[in-house]
Structure formats: structure tokens, C-alpha cells
């Protein structure tokens, strides 16, 4: 596609629900990051993947959360047994190496824990 | 990655240029500096970035100090629509994609 996607584009859970949020990076793109936005805050940094292999997962905060690229295209950000502290924007951004490239994000999928 | 510093905002009039400023005192030889913005509930925009030399494209221009110790993000013709938060993140690229590091940016604000 023209741009990165991700679905849904609002998610309620109730707490302690399981969430799975999708995110579909440009075709081809080797490069795929996951990052958590809060409320008036800057985006951090949760994981990156080259192609299927998760390279770096040092921001992710718990053991609850877990992502996978199987196939090195598609990725999904599994969030288990959701806490209100959760609630956050989950944005997803991709590029097409590893050079110095600027990243495509998309809109992001926003989840509210009630 | 070396650490930024950015007014927390600024303001513009429409079509006139806005100039955003970012230190990065600390950064290294191999550290490019990059900057998005971000629109209100949409995710980051890629805008620029920059080694040493000065950059343009359609969106901006990228000025870099001689010692790289400061950078500028030029808009020349500031519209409405350019109305956001505009992140300075410095990055190394080791052949290895690294993840960016967002501080709280300048809340640009673009009045008529």
C-alpha cells in the first residue's frame, strides 16, 4: 500500500483483556518499529524487527506484551491481561533499510483500558 | 543517541517563515540529526535530516551549525496546516536500523 496501516483504529478493552493491534508496513519495507505514545507525551520506543527477526525488544514494558513479524511483513502487538496504565497510542512506523532513511509511521491505534 | 533541547513552543504567522530551533550539543561524528512533526491525532511525519551539509526538500530546510552543536528547521511559507509538534531526535546509523528517541518537541502554532 501507499502508506503504513494499522487496525483498529480505536480499541476499548476491558482490564485484564487480551488485545491483539495489527500493523501492515509498506510493501517491501525491511524495517519495522512499534512505539507507545501517552497522552502529551513524545512516542517511546517499544521494538524493532529486521524482516522476521525481532532485533531489539528492550522498550517493551512487561512481559504481558509481546510482538511478532512472522513472515516479515505484517506485524502484531499482542498486549495480555490489559491495566489501565496501558491506555496509550500504539504507533507503528516502518522503513526500507537499514540506512539512514526517514521512517513511515502510520496513524497509530489508539487503546482505551476501562 | 545524543540528547536534544527545544522550546516546549513557538508561534508564526501564516506565510511568513518559521524557524525552529534544536541543540544537540553532545552529538557525535556518525549521529545524523533528523526532524518530524506531528498533526494532531495522526502519527509522526518524516520531514528531514541531515549529517553535516544543509539540506532542502519540498517540506523544509535543514541548517546545521559548522561545530553540529545546533540545527534549524526552516519552513519557509508557514501555512495553517503546518500547525503541530515538531520532534529534533540525532540518531546513529551503524548499517543497523536504530529506533528513534523522541523528547517533547515545540508545539508550533500557525496563526492567520
Known amino acids: 500500500g501507499a502508506g503504513v496501516s494499522q487496525s483498529p483504529r480505536y480499541k476499548v478493552a476491558k482490564r485484564g483483556q487480551d488485545v491483539a493491534l495489527r500493523c501492515d508496513p509498506i510493501?517491501?519495507?525491511?524495517?519495522l518499529f512499534w512505539y507507545q505514545q501517552a497522552l502529551g507525551q513524545g512516542p517511546e520506543f517499544l521494538t524493532y524487527?529486521?524482516?522476521?527477526?525481532?532485533?531489539?525488544k528492550s522498550g517493551l514494558p512487561s512481559d504481558r506484551f509481546f510482538a511478532e513479524r512472522p513472515e516479515g511483513s505484517v506485524s502484531t502487538l499482542k498486549i495480555q491481561r490489559t491495566q489501565q496504565e496501558d491506555s496509550a497510542v500504539y504507533l507503528c512506523?516502518?522503513?526500507?533499510?537499514?540506512?539512514?532513511?526517514?521512517?513511515?509511521f502510520g496513524s497509530g491505534t489508539r487503546l482505551t483500558v476501562v | 543517541d545524543a540528547k536534544t533541547t527545544q522550546p516546549t513552543s513557538m508561534d508564526c504567522a501564516e506565510g511568513r517563515a518559521a524557524n525552529l530551533p534544536c541543540n544537540h550539543s553532545?552529538?557525535?561524528?556518525?549521529?545524523?540529526v533528523y526532524w518530524y512533526r506531528q498533526i494532531h491525532s495522526q502519527g509522526p511525519q518524516y520531514i528531514i535530516h541531515g549529517l553535516k551539509n544543509n539540506e532542502t526538500n519540498e517540506m523544509a530546510s535543514l541548517i546545521i551549525t559548522e561545530d553540529r552543536k545546533s540545527s534549524t528547521l526552516i519552513l519557509p511559507h508557514a501555512t495553517l496546516r503546518d500547525t503541530a509538534v515538531y520532534y529534533c531526535i540525532v540518531r546513529v546509523n551503524t548499517g543497523t536500523a536504530s529506533k528513534l528517541t523522541f523528547g517533547t518537541g515545540t508545539r508550533l502554532q500557525v496563526t492567520l
Open positions: 512506523a516502518s522503513s526500507p533499510g537499514t540506512g539512514p532513511y526517514g521512517y513511515t
Open positions: 553532545t552529538i557525535s561524528g556518525n549521529e545524523y
Open positions: 524487527f529486521q524482516n522476521e527477526a525481532q532485533l531489539d
Open positions: 510493501s517491501g519495507h525491511v524495517s
